[in-house]
């Protein structure tokens, strides 16, 4: 089957007649206007990455609720189920912006190909782990297969579908699917638990990413420049490193606080280097992140709302886990159920986004989507200590989870608009990054705060209400520094 002739410039889908030039294109011709319908090789195109990118969502989430199971199969400390995932959010938030200027340089479709390829054969050394130093292997490959696929994977989408109405649509189409993955994952991973092993919550990877690595190549072709710059060595050093110490530093203060020593250490080590790959790209010749991206309002202001929408929302789960197991006692599997309604949510916000940008604008998204998730997570103040109160519960996550989707489609079409193709590895990896270290800076956040409190129904509380500033803090700046898009 031959590939299928994909546009890998950034004037869009020759197939479907030509794209305005913009910051992104270097047409010299009157701006004409973008297609505005998908045609069938986008279709496969955005199948097969969703596809991906829904796989990567389920396997962020399908082992929170093996742990226990999988620490008595192989003999893990209770201390030490916690590096399961850890491991896998150090490789996955380490690697990821480096992989995605990786991707920029040689080559989109083979790093998303050898990330799949990766996660495939990581997956099934899991599920065959005999001890606990073969699972972490597999876990921080797995965590290095994600840092490969997420960024290749949406630097594919953003450049096959041309900056406007049809990228805004893939984009919500991919963040609602990527909640639909983490709320499908909590549900899978305790289903195969119980009816199979904890060992087919790797095995299921396997299948997956074999269909797609057979069928990509005839779908995705490959985009990459006509020279090989030099990838910027002392740079990926540097930011790899900060990044690394940061997770690390993150995870070590939600274990132990925020005062541990070697918490403190890590993130000053995270700070100190970060600080100086900001130096290191100011003299190298081909720079990992060039500093004009650097300073692009909508790269910063865009990756700033990001970064809020990951933290408050995946800090809020875990919030409302320990309101409903440990205040209204609710088993595990009944908890995870009952955040069927903020995947919900979730899905008909990405559903929706696409249209709702094209109405009012990226900058509109991210404002309005922070409002709604800020006033629907205020709501939960009201949660008492009775089960009466789970209707309260259902309705506020719901409503939440459409105004957080909505805020991250916004993020995801603002913090890579503008750029030159050649660059959306580059801004889909900052993007990823974003993502997270928002989702490991969350919990450790909301912990900090819950302690305060003697009560843990107090603590709870005063949690939701610095969520729910934090998020409405972030709509507001958005809109007062993004330009009108």
Same mark, same amino acid.
């Given at each position: ?63 929170? #609720? ?185 995870? #070590? ?93 979730? %899905?008909?916000?990405? #559903? ?60 995801? #079409? ?22 997270? %270290? ?6 450790? %956040? ?40």
């Amino acid at each position: 089957m031959a590939a299928l002739d994909l546009p890998t410039s950034s004037t869009g889908p020759t197939s479907t007649g030509p794209v305005p030039a913009g910051p992104s294109s270097t047409g010299t011709g009157p701006a004409e206007p973008a297609p505005t319908r998908m045609t069938g090789r986008m279709r496969l195109v955005l199948v097969v990455l969703l596809l991906a990118q829904f796989m990567l969502a389920v396997d962020f989430s399908i082992l929170n #609720v093996a742990l226990p199971v999988i620490g008595q199969g192989l003999g893990f400390s209770l201390g030490g189920l916690q590096w399961i995932a850890t491991a896998f959010a150090l490789a996955a938030a380490g690697f990821t912006l480096l992989f995605g200027r990786i991707a920029d340089l040689v080559g989109r479709r083979r790093v998303f190909l050898g990330g799949m390829a990766l996660l495939g054969v990581s997956s099934l050394v899991g599920g065959l782990a005999t001890g606990p130093e073969m699972l972490m292997a597999a876990r921080v490959a797995q965590g290095l297969a994600t840092a490969a696929v997420t960024p290749a994977g949406l630097s594919l989408l953003t450049a096959s579908f041309p900056e406007g109405p049809l990228r805004a649509r893939a984009l919500g189409l991919n963040g609602a699917l990527m909640s639909a993955g983490f709320t499908t994952g909590a549900i899978l991973g305790g289903a195969l638990t119980d009816l199979l092993s904890w060992r087919w919550a790797f095995f299921i990877n396997v299948p997956v990413a074999l269909a797609v690595v057979l069928v990509a190549p005839a779908v995705l072709r490959e985009s990459r420049p006509a020279g090989r710059p030099r990838l910027d060595l002392p740079g990926a050093v540097t930011v790899t490193g900060g990044l690394l110490a940061l997770v690390y530093g993150l995870t #070590v203060a939600g274990e132990h606080g925020w005062t541990d020593p070697t918490a403190l250490a890590a993130l000053a080590a995270g700070a100190v280097l970060l600080a100086l790959f900001g130096l290191v790209e100011r003299r190298a010749a081909a720079p990992l992140v060039p500093l004009r991206v650097l300073r692009r309002r909508t790269v910063v202001w865009g990756n700033l709302a990001g970064l809020i929408a990951f933290v408050t929302e995946t800090s809020l789960v875990f919030l409302m886990t320990l309101y409903l197991q440990d205040v209204l006692g609710f088993s595990p599997l009944a908890a995870g159920l009952s955040f069927g309604v903020l995947g919900a949510g979730t %899905i008909l916000g990405g #559903v929706l986004a696409s249209r709702f940008i094209g109405r009012f604008g990226a900058r509109s998204a991210l404002v309005t989507g922070g409002l709604l998730q800020a006033a629907a997570t205020l709501a939960l103040f009201g949660l008492g200590e009775g089960r009466d109160g789970l209707w309260l519960l259902l309705a506020a996550t719901f409503a939440g989870g459409v105004g957080n989707m909505l805020a991250i489609v916004g993020f995801m #079409v603002t913090a890579t608009s503008g750029l030159p193709d050649e660059e959306q590895g580059m801004a889909t990896g900052l993007a990823t990054m974003t993502q997270q %270290i928002g989702i490991t800076m969350g919990t450790p %956040i909301m912990s900090a705060v819950v302690v305060t409190a003697p009560v843990l129904l107090d603590g709870i509380g005063l949690a939701v209400l610095v969520n729910a500033a934090i998020v409405a803090a972030g709509a507001v700046l958005a809109g007062l520094f993004l330009r009108r898009t």
